[in-house]
């Protein structure tokens, strides 16, 4: 039943809706994705010289200009993924205003492009049961701040009465507790691998590894913090030594199964150095540890020996940055017997890779 | 206790934490605020003629150029606020690269500039209890898929077996179940007015109004939709003919007050013609309507008879498009002999008057 009429507004330009201070209307569409192609466009009618910059491809790809002002450029025949892109104009490099698919990853602005295939169906969004992202609080004792974390909870958890294993999963340096969200597809990741009964139907915790920030910029009552990768006390042990504020908190909110067997802890970068600091502070708490291109923690680089009460399951790119001290670590733990599973991937320290490491860390829990 | 040491990956660049294809370092900062003055900063060393554009301003702010190429403008004696800017570089507008508090409102990112004071204690966030805010889903048998949502719960609700009153809220022409939570700063007016007792602990549930789109960019299954104003299906009574499938489905989830008493729908621009036509369609259903800067339904402005059997609620800025529509339809309210509460604010159709419209109509409900 139509019961309303078109109104008026129709004869309106629809760009009177924006706020009207600030309006801004492209006249193509950028990004264009035709199979594997990725078509970009860019007004820029001063600019002397615009390429593209991505992670689908290792140059920069020159864009040409039209005579209204116009760049073009098309990234031919890539992997379906989800890609992350910049323009470089002259030297500077934004985002593409014409693509309201953004994130923002450490202090930069990225542009999406999502080319679907193969490749990308453990992330992509599908006519699934879906799970409830929550963002909410914490109140931590010893830093007198409420902090802010991401809660996954799976499809059902609102009408069930069923209690559930936890996820912690931890960020990289310079991230919050947005990031498994955006480019990390971890809700998406569960809701497929869950409904495909791969995975078993879980709690996953995000917190904000920053021990001295509450929250994500514009969350915060400590105001604006101006970006940085490195933060005070970030990596001095003082966010693991706090970290069963956080555990109580969920433990007494949420329907867990609250024991080791059934706690698991993971994250990227920094976030696996957390991981593995906190797998050896709470031995008894936690069952599963993932370290996905990991920072090694200084003493267990020099031989401290790593006392393994939980499944370790470790993963790196064989282009990273972080390869060398992994294969340190792996040796030592070889060297004193201690076991582990290890994947070893193509690429570097990427959103890529860690998508990959949730999705083949997650069967192996609980 | 410190019980480790800092890692070697201290005497590593720290950009190397970020994505390797992908680095860029600001070396100034920017928005840089001093009292009540927004320094913003941009490098672009062969740009000709770059101006700040923010609603700070009624006019374009010069930047001047150093000799490293760094530009930099100064916007003064602002009055608190949540500001919106870009840069306009050579005739494109783009967001300040070096901020990483950015929004999208529509289809554009903007950059954010958060200048504290009396005016934005409503939405600043204080050391106050804090509700969550999920992304979460319904089923709608009508348009045969899932739907994403926003919803808003109080501080204690996970832990309370309380049932609270429900505030449906609704976003303007193309933005989408994010709207509120960005801009808008729903959570934090819910969290200050709550904490402060001028408002009742409720459930405030922001479902995305375009009945064509599932989600917001990125979380769709239907894949990307290239950015538009005007969606198809917006504005033809289909949104609201479906809306008792949200209903229906709250009410059953969460645990609500499911009466007229409790129950209230409000929106701006779009979502006040969505709100309206409800609040008719729906009579026994909800008790409160709120329209903040309304587009209205053509058959009210052509004198057809609004039934009110809610209290009626209308703001707009003096300024607003869409001022003398609201004047012709509080004239016929008037002439009919059905009550309204209404507010004249300055200003025209944008957030800053939305985010005040919001604080004063939620003392009035329930």
């Given amino acids: 039943m139509k019961r309303f009429h078109l109104t008026f507004l129709c004869l309106l330009p629809a760009a009177l809706f924006a ?17 594997n192609n990725i078509t970009l466009r860019m007004f820029a009618p001063n600019a002397n010289n615009v390429n593209i910059i991505g992670d689908f491809a290792s140059q920069p790809i020159p864009m040409t200009r039209d005579s209204l002002g116009v760049w073009t450029g098309t990234v031919y025949d890539v992997v379906p993924e989800l890609y992350i892109y910049q ?28 080319v679907p295939g193969k490749e990308t169906e453990k992330y992509a969004v599908h006519d699934v049961p879906h799970g409830t992202v929550s963002r909410t609080w914490y109140h931590s004792d010893s830093t007198g701040r ?45 809701d497929n691998l869950i409904a495909e009964g791969a995975v078993k139907p879980m709690i996953v915790v995000m917190p904000n590894g920053n021990i001295d920030l509450a929250a994500a910029p514009g969350e915060s009552s400590l105001g604006y913090v101006p970006p940085t990768t ?37 994250g990227l970068s920094m976030g696996g150095y957390h991981s593995l600091n906190i797998s050896q502070m709470y031995p008894n708490d936690f069952g599963y540890v993932g370290m996905f291109s990991a ?28 390869y060398e001290p992994n294969a340190k670590f792996r040796k030592t733990l070889f060297d004193t017997g201690v076991g582990y599973v290890y994947l070893e991937s193509k690429g570097g320290h990427t959103w890529k890779n860690w998508r990959l490491y949730l999705s083949q860390f997650l069967p192996r829990l609980f």
């Avoid at 969200?181 to 990741?189: E, K, V």
């Fill in 19 to 35: 706020q009207q201070a600030l309006n801004q209307k492209p006249d193509f569409v950028s990004p264009e994705i035709n199979g």
């Fill in 87 to 114: 323009f470089d104009v002259d030297g500077y490099k934004i985002a593409d205003a014409s693509n309201s698919y953004t994130c923002r990853d450490i202090s930069t602005i990225y542009s999406l492009a999502f």
């Fill in 146 to 190: 409420d902090r802010r974390f991401t809660v996954y909870t799976p499809a059902g958890y609102e009408k069930s009465n069923d209690s559930y294993p936890v996820l912690y999963l931890l960020h990289g340096m310079g991230g919050d507790e947005e990031a498994w969200m955006t480019l990390g597809r971890a809700s998406q990741i569960l």
């Fill in 230 to 266: 490195r933060l005070p006390h970030t990596m001095d042990g003082t966010f693991e030594s706090s970290f069963k504020e956080l555990v109580n908190h969920v433990d007494s909110t949420y329907r867990t199964i609250a024991d080791k067997e059934h706690r698991a802890v993971a």
């Fill in 295 to 322: 920072a090694i923690p200084e003493q267990f680089l020099n031989g401290a020996y790593v006392d393994n009460k939980q499944d370790l399951w470790m993963a790196i790119g064989e282009d990273d940055f972080l």
